[in-house]
């Protein structure tokens, strides 16, 4: 786990989410919420969201991908994309 990774699940963590399970998977942060969370709701509101949350965040910026799961569909997003993220087809 890097310092960048291991400063966004602190951050996460002391957000006091209630039924949220947050851990790291691999080089990534997989999120687990309750069923019933919309979605759709968390992905609108997600830039602005990660964006305030980050600037708590005072080490170098790394390549995350936050992985959001509600028991029944799942997404992913993508923190500081490298050049070869951004060239995938």
Do not use: C
Not at 46 to 57: A, E, R, V, Y
Not at 63 to 81: D, T, V
């Amino acid at each position: 786990m890097n310092a960048y990774q291991q400063k966004w699940l602190n951050v996460l963590h002391n957000a006091h989410l209630p039924g949220w399970k947050i851990e790291a998977s691999g080089e990534d942060i997989f999120i687990d919420m309750p069923h019933i969370t919309d979605l759709k709701v968390i992905r609108d509101n997600l830039p602005q969201t990660l964006g305030l949350m980050s600037l708590d965040i005072d080490v170098a910026k790394e390549r995350l991908n936050f992985i959001f799961h509600n028991g029944h569909e799942q997404f992913e997003y993508l923190l500081n994309p490298t050049e070869a993220d951004l060239n995938k087809e």
